[in-house]
C-alpha cells in the first residue's frame, strides 16, 4: 500500500516561510493536494494538482513538486494560518492521505 | 453554491451497522466529473479516505476496510450512503463527506461537510 510521509510539525515565526514536505513514492506518478485543517472545523483544499490554489485561498499559499516530494509553502505566515496541514494523492482506486502537519505561528 | 451534510446515528454499539448519510446541493452526481467521497478522522488523528462514488456509479473502496464499507447513491434525492459493518470502538470518529470534482487536473476535493461524530461504545 502507498504511504505519504509528513513531518508531525513544523514552527515559524509571523512574517517567516513555512515550508511543509511530504514524501512518497506515490507522488511520481500522481498530483498532491493539500487541505488546511483548523480545530473543530472540516478540512480546506488549499492546493490541488501539486500547485494549482482554489479560488479563495490566498496567494501566499503554492505548492512544489520534485521527484518523491511535494512542498507546500506559505510565504509570509500568518498566525491564522496556524492548522494542521494534510497532503493526499491518490493511486489506482485508492487514495491516501498522509499524516499530516502541525504548523505553529508565533 | 455547494453544500453537503452528514447525517447519522452519533452512538452505535460494537459489531453494529454504521449507516451514514451525504444530503447535498449545489451540483448533480448524474454530472460528469462528480463524486462524492467519505473520509474519516478518529479524535487526534489523520484523516482517512473511505469510499467514493462516481457519476457512472463506479466505486473505490479503502484497501484496508474494502469488506466493510458499501458506498451507494440516490441520485433523486441528492443522497449518498455509506454503511460500515461490524463496527468497533477503533472506529470511533468523525466522518466526514466531500464532493470529489474530477477534471482535467485529476480529482480534489473541494467542498466538504462539517463531519458527523460517531462513537462505538456498548
Known amino acids: 500500500s502507498y504511504e505519504l510521509t509528513q513531518p508531525s510539525s513544523v514552527s515559524v515565526s509571523p512574517g517567516q516561510t513555512a515550508r511543509i514536505t511530504c514524501s512518497g513514492d506515490l507522488l511520481t506518478k500522481k498530483y498532491a493536494r493539500w487541505f488546511q485543517q483548523k480545530p473543530g472545523q472540516a478540512p480546506v483544499l488549499v492546493i490541488y494538482?501539486?500547485?494549482e490554489r482554489p479560488s479563495g485561498i490566498p496567494e501566499r499559499f503554492s505548492g512544489s513538486s520534485s521527484g518523491t516530494t511535494v512542498t507546500l509553502t506559505i510565504s509570509g505566515a500568518q498566525v491564522e494560518d496556524e492548522a494542521d496541514y494534510y497532503c493526499?494523492?491518490?493511486?489506482?482506486?485508492?487514495?491516501?492521505f498522509g499524516g499530516g502537519t502541525k504548523l505553529t505561528v508565533l | 453554491q455547494v453544500t453537503l451534510r452528514e447525517s447519522g446515528p452519533a452512538l452505535v454499539k460494537p459489531t453494529q451497522t454504521l449507516t451514514l448519510t451525504c444530503t447535498f446541493s449545489?451540483?448533480?452526481?448524474?454530472?460528469?466529473?462528480?463524486?462524492v467521497s467519505w473520509i474519516r478522522q478518529p479524535p487526534g488523528k489523520a484523516l482517512e479516505w473511505l469510499a467514493l462514488i462516481d457519476w457512472e456509479d463506479d466505486k473505490s473502496y479503502s484497501t484496508s476496510l474494502k469488506t466493510r464499507l458499501t458506498i451507494s447513491k440516490d441520485t433523486s434525492k441528492n443522497q449518498v450512503v455509506l454503511t460500515m459493518t461490524n463496527m468497533d470502538p477503533v472506529d470511533t470518529a468523525t466522518y466526514y463527506c466531500a464532493r470529489d470534482y474530477y477534471d482535467s487536473s485529476g480529482y480534489r476535493m473541494d467542498v466538504w461537510g462539517q463531519g458527523t461524530t460517531v462513537t462505538v461504545s456498548s
Open positions: 493526499y494523492s491518490a493511486a489506482d482506486n485508492n487514495r491516501v
Open positions: 494538482k501539486d500547485s
Open positions: 449545489g451540483f448533480s452526481l448524474s454530472t460528469r466529473g462528480m463524486c
